[in-house]
């Protein structure tokens, strides 16, 4: 379980580092970005390499990532349409799906 929360929170970072530039920082140069991105990135993988490697036994390689990425879609879709404004799309909704299948066939005995 520490695993997965550690990753939730290090996914919360980089979701920021990635996308809050575009609604923050439009009007600044693009490397000024890029150092603020790597600021809070820096903080993603603080928190991000210990919990791959606690998980890391516990869950495969495969198991991780495909973990990962279903965390990714849980944080990106209230950040996008919260924090950035965006509409929430039923593609969000496929894309979950499509994702639940990966969940299926990773982790199937």
Not at 9 to 31: D, E, G, I, Q
Request: glycine content about 6%; some cysteine; overall charge positive.
């Amino acid at each position: 379980m520490r695993t997965i929360v550690l990753l939730a929170l290090s996914n919360v970072f980089m979701t920021f580092a990635w996308y809050a530039h575009l609604k923050n920082l439009k009007a600044a140069p693009w490397y000024i970005a890029v150092v603020v991105s790597w600021g809070i990135a820096f903080f993603e993988y603080l928190i991000q390499v210990p919990a791959n490697r606690m998980g890391y036994g516990t869950f495969s390689l495969g198991q991780l990532k495909i973990m990962q990425e279903v965390i990714t879609l849980a944080v990106f879709v209230p950040f996008a349409v919260y924090y950035m404004g965006q509409p929430l799309k039923l593609d969000y909704l496929w894309a979950g799906c499509c994702l639940a299948g990966a969940v299926f066939f990773i982790f199937r005995a």
